[in-house]
């Protein structure tokens, strides 16, 4: 089946910094990569997703990048804002495991004012 | 619109109790799926129901059953607790398979 692993699992940055969150998977048949968002006590968020048709996907501050060569993406976040703290989730899914989300560990962003 | 709904929020069991997690949308969605969630594991798909009438183990099965009560209602059945299933669950529903997932607010589960 697939695996993903997630990098870092914590993650710290002063408002109007970049924050960069990295994934790996192991299925090359996987064409479907989301990233989540949740906020404590909260279920996850849809923040952005990309499909290995493309190489990157962009939505104001978010974007997501894809690099199926080396079976990874991930995902960045410009200027940040302390409304940006929460933990981060990239998943994949498709091929062998399709319908079948597989998640990564989860990201710890904190955003400093 | 409600979203993706589910009961009870909290649970507090002890050991060799059974119980069952309801989850409902109202978005009209295809396929849904329960989640187990503990610290430091991100998500696990536990079954995944991909059309009314059709349910499928996920990665963590074993001590869980499911049932696919229609298009709008995903069960999940505990029937003898156990300490290893202290978790958080999701419920949560996608149009179809394979497009983007949406959660409910989660069921804290803890078994004594």
């Known amino acids: 089946g697939e695996n993903v692993e997630q990098h870092p699992s914590t993650l710290s940055v002063q408002e109007g910094d970049s924050a960069v969150i990295k994934c790996t998977y192991s299925?090359?048949?996987?064409?479907?990569f989301p990233w989540y968002k949740q906020e404590l006590g909260k279920g996850p968020q849809l923040i952005i997703d990309?499909?290995?048709?493309?190489g990157e996907k962009k939505d104001q501050r978010i974007a997501v990048t894809l690099n199926k060569t080396a079976k990874h993406f991930s995902l960045h976040i410009t200027e940040t804002q302390p409304e940006d703290s929460a933990v981060y989730f990239c998943?994949?899914?498709?091929?062998?495991?399709?319908?079948?989300?597989?998640f990564g560990q989860g990201t710890i962003l904190t955003v400093h004012p | 619109n409600a979203g993706v709904t589910q009961t009870p929020k909290f649970q507090v069991l002890k050991t060799g109790q059974s119980m069952t997690l309801q989850c409902a949308q109202d978005?009209?969605?295809?396929?849904m799926y329960w989640y187990r969630q503990d610290p430091g594991m991100g998500l696990r798909l536990i079954y995944y129901?991909?059309?009314?009438?059709?349910?499928d183990k996920g990665e963590v099965p074993n001590g869980y059953n499911v049932s696919r009560l229609n298009k709008r209602e995903f069960s999940l059945r505990l029937e003898s607790a156990a300490p290893s299933q202290t978790s958080v669950y999701f419920c949560?529903?996608?149009?179809?398979?394979?497009?983007?997932?949406?959660f409910g607010p989660g069921t804290r589960l803890t078994v004594t």
């Open positions: 949560a529903s996608s149009e179809v398979a394979n497009l983007e997932q949406y």
């Open positions: 299925d090359s048949a996987s064409n479907y």
């Open positions: 990309i499909r290995s048709n493309v």
């Open positions: 998943a994949a899914t498709g091929g062998t495991s399709y319908g079948k989300l597989t």
């Open positions: 978005m009209n969605h295809n396929s």
């Open positions: 129901s991909a059309s009314e009438g059709t349910t």
